[in-house]
């Protein structure tokens, strides 16, 4: 799939039914991005036929037998035994789905490390450079040879019901490769936006629950105390372990056990 049929074709759908505006630099590191980590994944039971996959909890399982021979070869993946892995199967379903039909365009599903992807997309830049510098000068070629030698067309041979064999159309096979592409892509960049949104809303939660927890925020809360006493309740309030108790009260409730204490 060159640069020029994903500027052309895939980004005006995905960005019209994302509602975004994505360039293709962009779509490319996505897509490189992903498929990375999915094959992360996938080196797994590539390995080791022991490896298996909890649903409810989002990790990867296996004997520890198997854990200790993969980490020899890997030793730098030992977070895939204890961490949870929320896209997996969303992964699984748009990779092993594309390669299932054969859409290996974008070398979804293949067994090729992100390094050689990177490589192949910007030989695939170059390319498309090279090809509209050398557009006007390869049409006139072919116009010219067209004009030389048209060939002729041939006509349908009829089956044996006097009908027209079925034949495969090029323009409706690339059509449906470009439809299957355009699918598999937004399943993508859904589940990037999806991650985005989950991880913008955990970062929001831990900060929340940061402040939450925050004896000199809670402390701030309490209008008009001078700076000195602040300081006393918060030396206070760690001296008697009282942080969660006072982190409880209100601050009317605060206010009162700063006045009887400090």
């Given at each position: 799939?060159?640069?020029?049929?994903?500027?052309?074709?895939?980004?005006?759908?995905?960005?019209?039914?994302?509602?975004?505006?994505?360039?293709?630099?962009?779509?490319?590191?996505?897509?490189k991005s992903l498929r990375?980590?999915?094959?992360?994944?996938?080196?797994?039971?590539?390995c080791s036929s022991g490896f298996g996959w909890d649903p409810i909890t989002k990790r990867f399982t296996a004997p520890d037998e198997v854990w200790k021979e993969y980490f020899k070869g890997h030793p730098n993946s030992e977070n895939m035994?204890?961490?949870?892995?929320?896209?997996?199967?969303?992964?699984q379903i748009i990779f092993e789905s594309a390669t299932a039909r054969g859409n290996n365009s974008f070398?979804?599903?293949?067994?090729a490390n992100a390094e050689a992807f990177e490589v192949e997309n910007d030989v695939q830049e170059k390319e498309d450079e090279i090809h509209t510098e050398n557009v006007t000068e390869t049409n006139e070629t072919t116009l010219r040879a067209s004009k030389e030698k048209l060939?002729?067309?041939?006509?349908a041979k009829p089956n044996g019901d006097g009908d027209a064999s079925e034949s495969i159309n090029p323009g409706d096979r690339s059509e449906k490769v470009l439809t299957e592409m355009?699918?598999?892509?937004?399943?993508?960049?859904?589940l990037m936006q999806q991650r985005e949104e989950r991880h913008q809303k955990e970062a929001e939660e831990k900060e929340a629950e940061k402040r939450k927890n925050n004896v000199w925020d809670a402390i701030k809360e309490i209008p008009d105390l001078e700076q000195d006493i602040c300081y006393d309740?918060?030396?206070?309030?760690?001296?008697?372990?009282?942080?969660?108790?006072?982190?409880?009260m209100k601050v009317e409730e605060r206010l009162g056990w700063i006045r009887r204490n400090v």
């Open positions: 799939m060159t640069k020029t049929t994903v500027e052309a074709k895939i980004l005006p759908v995905l960005n019209k039914q994302l509602g975004c505006n994505k360039s293709y630099k962009h779509y490319m590191n996505r897509m990375k980590e999915y094959n992360g994944y996938a080196e797994l039971f590539r035994r204890d961490n949870t892995f929320e896209d997996f199967e969303d992964l070398g979804l599903g293949d067994d060939p002729s067309r041939k006509r355009i699918g598999v892509s937004t399943n993508i960049m859904n309740a918060v030396t206070k309030i760690h001296t008697l372990n009282m942080k969660d108790v006072f982190l409880r």
